[in-house]
């Protein structure tokens, strides 16, 4: 028999989960439509899953991984990927597609960066993604502490490759100067959707204000890699993708990724649409004629999804520029 690790409400694992969105508890239930085969994944079992388990453990560290509910978990875990989430499993912001944990963050963990440069070392890991919850509390939208866990990884690990997927740091000035200064060798900040659907879907944060970051991180340093990605089934049109491609490629980013929107809960913005493989192949194709250096376009495309196999992908992608 085939199991399958179901990310709708009618997996017994996400009830107990509930309580993680106080915020969305007087919303009425959202529609949740059933997910075709191609959106499928086996549950994660394997002896190299639990050992990527253990190492998180034993660190006390969070990943986006399991936070988000992420469909790629098993497979990534087996191959000791795992995407850490610094800055704690509490975010400030309350985006109606994320499953993250919303509420008032707790201080911040002086001793994090340690602790990831010994789990990466521990994992073995040839290329590191960093990713965190929105701090909106803090002065530097906790700039420096992403700045903190990049050194302590390039100590303790210098031949890892480090990608950072950060916050849109609203409003904090410096933010993003401070964290390119520790030269990651990606860094990734997510559009998630398009300019219309910001109001309900991620309304705390700023379409433009978004694009502008990432042109800020290139032009300081224009030979780091810029990554984006959004998601698609949120009820957009086809046109409006096209336009985001647009809008990135003006900020000169390298590396796109587009994915398909799974529903957390019925407490969560519902799937409008689930795209077939071929319209997200088409998307590609569309994205690389835009002049994307790399494309990661399919049902199951998430940020950090095969980062190390794509970062050696993009190096070569520019080589032959």
Partial sequence: ???????????????????????????????????????????????????????????GLHTVCEEAGCPNIGECWEKKHATFMIM?????????????????????????????????RKLGLSHVVITSVDRDDLDDGGAAHFAAVIRA????????????????????????????????????HNLETVPAKYLTVRPGARYF?????????????????????????????HNE???????????????????????????????VRFLPPDEFEALAAIAYAKGFLLVSASPLTRSSHHAGEDFARLKAARATR
């Fill in 88 to 120: 704690g499993d509490t975010c400030t912001r309350a985006c109606a597609f994320c499953n993250v944990k919303t509420g008032l963050p707790g201080a911040l963990d002086a001793a994090e960066p340690e602790h990831v440069a010994e789990a990466t």
């Fill in 209 to 237: 204000a978004s694009i502008r970051l990432l042109q800020q991180a290139k032009e300081i340093d224009p030979a780091m890699f810029t990554k984006s990605g959004m998601m698609v089934g949120l009820g957009e049109e």
């Fill in 1 to 59: 028999m085939t199991v399958v690790h179901d990310l709708l409400n009618n997996d017994p694992r996400r009830v107990a989960r509930e309580e993680r969105h106080p915020e969305k508890a007087h919303r009425p239930d959202q529609p949740a439509l059933r997910k075709p085969d191609w959106i499928r994944v086996k549950a994660p079992v394997s002896a190299g899953y639990v050992e990527t388990q253990r190492i998180v453990r034993e660190s």
């Fill in 241 to 271: 993708v096209l336009q985001v491609m647009d809008d990135l490629r003006a900020a000169d980013v390298d590396f796109l990724t587009i994915g398909q929107y799974l529903q957390p809960s019925r407490k969560h913005h519902a799937v």
């Fill in 153 to 188: 990884i390039r100590a303790a690990c210098p031949k890892t490759t480090i990608e950072v997927l950060t916050p849109d740091f609203l409003r904090k000035d410096g933010a993003v100067q401070t964290v390119v200064a520790a030269r990651p060798d990606i860094f990734n």
